[in-house]
């Protein structure tokens, strides 16, 4: 195993990188089924254009996934192939053994048609057919895994991928004994950037107060029923200090119905279905009440911020794998989503907030568990792949 510890600022500029600075990457990125997969590859597949302008990247997903829709949306050229889930039951699984054959096989055709120098997999079952076209035509391969507990794609892909690089250390545990020495932690590829507005600004944006300890509520942007649930019994009823306001992300779905009942409420909130820019929100939160998303845990422990954490009940129970890292490491309190409630909730809260060494050993373990640099250095070794390619063919 393989710890990022610090990136070299100047592995792109000398000798032969300058080079590829010129000339570019051709890369192939594999992505789909949900955003905690897409959004690893977007940050990776930006941050080459910006080190190496001239580079042409590609996407592969599904037509029925999301991928496509924010693939597109961020200027990248996207393909699609068939590709099928390999768990849920038997059928299932007869149902992906029929017809990995025709996905392969369109594979093979993408990863010929767009001649890539690097294909990379950060999760997905059209991770799957598009990793092991790579394999067999000769292609250097990367895969990424955001979870603590790597997803059944990703435990296949380990035999095949030239390198693997993991969120978390302890990953390396539940990846095959062999596999390991081609193993890297890297992190989470989030993009945390200050914000261009001081902290005044933004607390005046959102009509919010300067003094007041700050909780910033998400379930994503798509919202969680349970945790708005909670969160909305307990602005109605008072249940915090009044010296506690909240940004509340509600998720489209749920937007209308709780900013309906606006009137009811007995505390300081902002209130949004989405907000574009987290870095803003993050930067004014003092405590963060959340899902258990790999990339989420990963922004908020980026920030250095205490969390509460409700872990989605689905997902393969990754969510509740990292959920108890996090717990374990000091970072977080978890609270399981069948025990979820307002006293509950309110209790926790208040907990962290009046316990001042509590909170401040919060922090210092969430930063332990940050990694900067992380989007650098997988794009480093991305580099490097290439140039093991070209110096072999």
Not at 96 to 109: H, R
Not at 288 to 309: K, Q, Y
Not at 347 to 361: A, G, L, W
Request: charge should be positive; glycine fraction near 8%.
């Amino acid at each position: 195993m393989n710890l990022c510890l610090k990136v070299n600022p100047d592995f792109t500029i000398s000798g032969k990188k300058m080079a590829l600075y010129e000339r570019g990457i051709r890369a192939l990125f594999a992505a789909g089924g949900t955003a905690g997969h897409i959004v690893p590859a977007l940050t990776i597949a930006e941050r080459i254009k910006e080190r190496y302008p001239s580079s042409t990247i590609y996407f592969v997903g599904t037509e029925s996934g999301m991928e496509g829709a924010l693939v597109l949306k961020r200027g990248f050229s996207f393909l699609t192939i068939k590709a099928h889930p390999f768990r849920g039951g038997l059928k299932r699984v007869v149902n992906f053994l029929t017809n990995f054959p025709s996905s392969l096989s369109e594979a093979i055709s993408v990863v010929r048609g767009t001649d890539p120098n690097v294909v990379v997999g950060t999760g997905g079952y059209v991770s799957v057919p598009t990793i092991l076209a790579a394999k067999l035509l000769g292609i250097p391969t990367l895969i990424h895994i955001q979870n603590v507990s790597p997803g059944l794609a990703s435990l296949c892909l380990s035999f095949f991928a030239s390198e693997i690089h993991t969120a978390f250390p302890g990953t390396e545990k539940r990846i095959f004994w062999r596999s390991r020495k081609k193993l890297f932690v890297s992190g989470n590829p989030v993009t945390v950037r200050l914000p261009e507005k001081v902290r005044d600004e933004i607390i005046n944006e959102m009509n919010l107060h300067h003094d007041f300890f700050t909780i910033l509520v998400t379930g994503g942007s798509q919202g969680s029923k349970a945790i708005n649930r909670a969160v909305l019994d307990i602005v109605k009823a008072s249940l915090l200090p009044d010296n506690i306001q909240i940004i509340w992300q509600t998720g489209y779905a749920n937007y209308d119905e709780i900013e309906n009942q606006r009137e009811d409420f007995r505390m300081v909130v902002h209130l949004a279905p989405f907000f574009e820019n987290m870095n803003e929100v993050y930067s004014v939160s003092d405590l963060v009440i959340c899902r258990a998303g790999a990339l989420t845990l990963s922004e908020v422990a980026s920030w250095g911020l205490p969390s509460i954490v409700i872990p989605y009940r689905g997902a393969g129970g990754h969510q509740k794998k990292n959920a108890q890292y996090f717990e374990r490491a000091g970072a977080a309190v978890v609270i399981p989503e069948n025990e979820l409630s307002a006293p509950t909730l309110a209790r926790e809260i208040i907990k962290i907030y009046t316990n001042e060494p509590k909170r401040h050993s919060m922090i210092r373990a969430a930063r332990k568990l940050s990694r900067e640099g992380g989007t650098d250095f997988i794009v480093d070794h991305i580099v490097n792949l290439v140039f093991q390619r070209r110096r072999n063919v």
